[in-house]
């Protein structure tokens, strides 16, 4: 393949064409029950879990790339057989475990706040104490969500082939590189605006009818992706 034949438009074109249809069916099983665990996770604040998730997308687009131009085809597909499910695999759990636990954090800390209510200076430090924690999580999962797109941009798809493989054709790092962000770019705008609004929105609606059971819920999110993860790490979901 030329590799005049393919510039920066073009792959940010594909990447569009790719992230209008088949990237947001495969993100859904993963994002989905983020969006319905989190209690917390409105259209307003949907960003702090689009975000994270997307940049690691780019991320992993840019690596792909780089690899391609530097070492050839062939080492994307190592990339893709030895670690790729592993990484997307891994990052599921954690979040999942971030959903699970942060579900059980919850219900303690509602306990211990009402038992300090009569107690202003044991409230004062259990205050910090749970501002501290939860700047923690939020690295946590920040973190968990960004290992997570990576993994899932590392697990190539066909346009993303294409991509690649002209990217070996220029046998350049840096040309590499560029089309895997053009790519990316492209691949993450639509699902971003999905997920922040659509997905968001009808996550929000579901948790404001099913009130009453939203501990239930964020643990039900978290034993979901817990399973998916593994199930993806040990090669029976394939992305």
């Known amino acids: 393949m030329d590799n005049v034949t393919l510039g920066f438009s073009a792959a940010l074109l594909m990447g569009l064409a790719f992230g209008a249809g088949p990237c947001n ?52 597909k190592w ?13 599921t759990i954690f979040v999942g475990l971030y959903l699970l636990f942060g579900a059980f954090a919850k219900t303690k800390s509602c306990a211990a706040n009402h038992m300090n209510e009569k107690q202003d200076e044991h409230k004062i430090t259990f205050t910090k104490n749970n501002n501290h924690q939860e700047k923690k999580s939020t690295l946590y999962l920040t973190f968990s969500l960004f290992s997570m797109g990576t993994g899932m941009a590392l697990n190539p798809c066909i346009p993303l082939v294409t991509i690649l493989t002209v990217a070996a054709s220029m046998a350049t790092p840096l040309d590499g590189a560029r089309l895997g962000i053009a790519f990316g770019l492209g691949a993450v705008v639509i699902p971003t605006l999905f997920f922040a609004f659509a997905v ?11 009130n ?11 034993f979901m992706l817990i399973s998916l993860g593994t199930m993806t790490a040990l090669g029976w979901v394939q992305v």
């Open 25 to 76: 069916i495969t993100c859904l099983p993963y994002l989905g029950p983020v969006f319905l665990g989190q209690q917390n996770n409105t259209i307003r604040t949907s960003w702090k879990t689009i975000v994270p998730f997307s940049f690691g997308r780019l991320t992993g687009y840019t690596i792909l790339g780089t690899i391609a131009g530097s070492f050839g085809l062939a080492a994307t």
């Open 200 to 210: 968001a929105y009808f996550s929000q609606q579901i948790k404001e009818h099913l």
């Open 212 to 222: 009453q059971w939203g501990r239930k819920l964020e643990k039900l999110s978290g």
């Open 79 to 91: 990339v893709e057989e030895g670690i790729a499910a592993q990484v997307l695999g891994i990052a």
